[in-house]
């Protein structure tokens, strides 16, 4: 399990690590009607935790959600064969493609998020992503990064979200460059989605957290839930935060997936701009009020960098952020900077940024 949370985190009713969920309780004190369970999907574990249900209807909703993940692993999955591969050749040769309505639903978020971004966001580089060796499940160690010049011709053929066409249930694109690789974003639909399939089944207290974007609705005992950012560089806990009622906290960051080659690290957020891993930030946080935009939005956060973040806040229209920056200064909306609590001493430089 990652992003292990440090022994002060046993204070916290329900302190939860977004790159791993843990039940905490007291010293003594009697066991919790928390339940928890675990599965891989979208390339990352996914926990679920779900508070004050008997453990019959727990495991009956538990099973629903990793029904649902599951399904939308094989349905969103880049590179194994599916249903987005099956478009992503289509899209190359040119061709039209007959979406369902959940398709559809995607689609038209991720390009809306990438304009809104100013394309930091942009799901439609999918041949760059395969050429830096991130679309398949282990890159092998001595496998160089890509060479400049392949690089640079893919950044020339800019594939971009408003390539593609949708006329009714029909997907085209203007440009055959363009390959759709969701990451983050489909991330967070899934996690919407199992908040979906736990509130059918009768779950109103519940965390799904998937590798650092997840969602919380309801309370822990009649307490808010409280979860911990991940520190990028440390062995524990950066900050953390309660949860009020039903909202989504996403985290992108740097540590996640990677490859070392001769002393250089290189990591899996590429800027579509230059081709390259972005490299201004170590993470970016975002808590958004239900579910929906959070996946794209700490993506396109982490390619804008301290220079450009607020750029991003306004475009996006996002009201509570924490960008890591590459030299560990911590870059705050006001208010993110309300609600967050630093877990470390001495507390980090911060700087707060006006949307």
Do not use: C
């Given at each position: 399990m990652k992003g292990l949370l440090a022994a002060r985190a046993s204070r916290y009713i329900g302190f939860f690590a977004l790159l791993g969920v843990l039940a905490l309780s007291a010293c003594g004190r009697a066991p919790e009607p928390l339940h928890q369970e675990q599965v891989l999907a979208f390339g990352t574990l996914v926990d679920i935790s779900i508070w004050g249900t008997d453990a019959a209807?727990?495991?009956?909703?538990?099973?629903?959600?990793?029904?649902?993940?599951?399904?939308?692993?094989?349905?969103?999955?880049?590179w194994e064969p599916g249903p987005l591969t099956e478009i992503n050749t289509q899209l190359a040769r040119g061709g039209t493609v007959d979406l369902a309505p959940d398709q559809i639903e995607v689609i038209r978020g991720a390009q809306a998020l990438s304009r809104q971004s100013g394309g930091l966001f942009n799901p439609a580089i999918g041949q760059l992503l395969a050429e830096w060796g991130f679309q398949m499940d282990e890159r092998p160690a001595d496998v160089p990064p890509p060479h400049p010049?392949?690089?640079?011709?893919?950044?020339?053929?800019?594939?971009?979200?408003?390539?593609?066409?949708?006329?009714?249930?029909?997907?085209?694109?203007?440009?055959?460059?363009?390959?759709l690789d969701f990451g983050a974003y489909v991330k967070s639909y899934g996690v919407d989605q199992a908040i979906a399939a736990l509130r059918a089944h009768g779950i109103s207290n519940a965390i799904v957290n998937a590798g650092g974007d997840l969602r919380a609705i309801g309370q822990r005992g009649g307490q808010p839930w409280r979860i911990g950012i991940r520190d990028p560089r440390g062995p524990?806990?950066?900050?953390?935060?309660?949860?009020?009622?039903?909202?989504?906290?996403?985290?992108?960051?740097?540590?996640?997936?990677?490859?070392?080659?001769?002393?250089?690290?290189?990591?899996?957020?590429?800027?579509?701009?230059?081709?390259?891993?972005?490299?201004?930030?170590?993470?970016?946080?975002?808590?958004?009020?239900?579910?929906?935009?959070?996946?794209?939005?700490?993506?396109?956060?982490?390619?804008?960098?301290?220079?450009?973040?607020?750029?991003?806040?306004?475009?996006?229209?996002?009201?509570?952020?924490?960008?890591?920056?590459?030299?560990?200064?911590?870059?705050?909306?006001?208010?993110?900077?309300?609600?967050?609590?630093?877990?470390?001493?001495?507390?980090?430089?911060?700087?707060?940024?006006?949307?």
């Open positions: 209807s727990a495991q009956q909703a538990s099973a629903a959600v990793i029904s649902t993940l599951n399904a939308l692993h094989h349905r969103w999955h880049a010049d392949a690089v640079k011709e893919r950044v020339a053929l800019q594939p971009a979200m408003d390539d593609l066409q949708l006329d009714g249930n029909q997907l085209r694109s203007r440009n055959p460059a363009v390959q524990g806990v950066l900050a953390s935060l309660e949860i009020h009622g039903d909202e989504s906290v996403f985290t992108s960051g740097d540590y996640e997936r990677y490859f070392e080659f001769q002393g250089q690290r290189y990591q899996h957020i590429l800027d579509p701009r230059t081709g390259y891993p972005a490299s201004g930030a170590m993470s970016a946080t975002v808590v958004y009020p239900g579910g929906g935009v959070g996946g794209g939005a700490s993506t396109a956060l982490m390619v804008a960098g301290p220079d450009n973040w607020l750029e991003v806040v306004r475009g996006m229209g996002l009201k509570e952020v924490m960008l890591v920056g590459a030299d560990r200064t911590v870059y705050l909306t006001p208010a993110m900077a309300k609600r967050i609590h630093f877990e470390i001493k001495p507390e980090p430089k911060t700087v707060i940024g006006e949307p």
